[in-house]
């Protein structure tokens, strides 16, 4: 693939998000970043190319960190990625809860998260109906319940496709937002930014919906929906 470099040539700006100073942190830069630039290379390909693209992805890891300490006194420490549903194309639907543009990184079984975290899975599913529509339409997000048993965890979120979602190509629907919420034992219910830090305490729960991918092509009946008009959210 050495060869795909050579016609391009990449110009970017000191001080931008692309070429930062020294001091500024760039933790997200290789799984958020650089994701989010790839797509958008993509997308300004659409006019020229469409039947070689794929609509939206998730161009995100999806990233929750959980960190707390265990019944036996051990601190751990979860860095777990939540894939999306891939763009459809101009010849099928897209595929459900993967990453597109870096490693198809597994997700960790459940099994394992409740034997060596202060974690109990509830449920974990399809997100039916998130990928966008289309002639054919996006792949569907993962859906994916999380409750705290032990006090003072911490949770890190480091995700994109929070506000802006997989957009669609050829006239197909963008796919559904990626979301995670959180429900208090307390009877508290909010959704988390891409990107913050809070604390869990015993039967919280954390309900990740990541997103779906876009469409591709127009919608058959000119007028199908999907999850991604679902805008009003309350955030921290």
Not at 61 to 79: E, K, P
Not at 108 to 113: G, L, N, R, V
Not at 188 to 207: A, Q, S, W, Y
């Given at each position: ?16 998000v ?14 958020e970043t ?35 300490r265990r ?19 101009t010849?099928?639907?897209?595929m ?37 529509a ?17 006090n003072?965890?911490s ?41 913050t830090?809070?604390r ?11 997103c ?9 009946d ?15």
């Amino acid at each position: 693939n050495g060869g795909c470099y050579r016609p391009l040539h990449i110009k970017t700006r000191p001080g931008s998000v692309l070429e930062p100073g020294v001091e500024k942190p760039v933790v997200g830069g290789n799984h958020e970043t650089s994701q989010r630039i790839a797509d958008a290379l993509f997308l300004a390909f659409e006019p020229l190319a469409a039947s070689s693209l794929t609509a939206g992805g998730p161009t995100t890891s999806g990233l929750l960190l959980f960190a707390g300490r265990r019944n036996d006194g051990q601190w751990v420490t979860l860095y777990e990625t939540h894939g999306g549903g891939e763009g459809a194309r101009t010849d099928r639907d897209g595929m459900p809860v993967l990453r597109v543009h870096m490693s198809n990184v597994m997700n960790t079984p459940a099994e394992i998260i409740e034997t060596e975290y202060p974690l109990r899975v509830e449920f974990q599913k399809l997100r039916r109906g998130s990928g966008g529509a289309g002639r054919h339409r996006g792949g569907d997000g993962l859906h994916r319940c999380y409750r705290a048993t032990a006090n003072d965890i911490s949770l890190t979120s480091m995700f994109e496709r929070a506000v802006v979602p997989p957009y669609g190509l050829a006239g197909g629907e963008p796919g559904a937002l990626f979301q995670v919420q959180i429900k208090r034992a307390n009877g508290e219910e909010f959704f988390l930014p891409g990107k913050t830090n809070i604390r869990l305490n015993t039967g919280d729960r954390v309900i990740v919906e990541s997103c779906g991918g876009g469409g591709y092509g127009i919608p058959a009946d000119g007028c199908a929906k999907n999850l991604s008009s679902d805008n009003e959210r309350k955030t921290v």
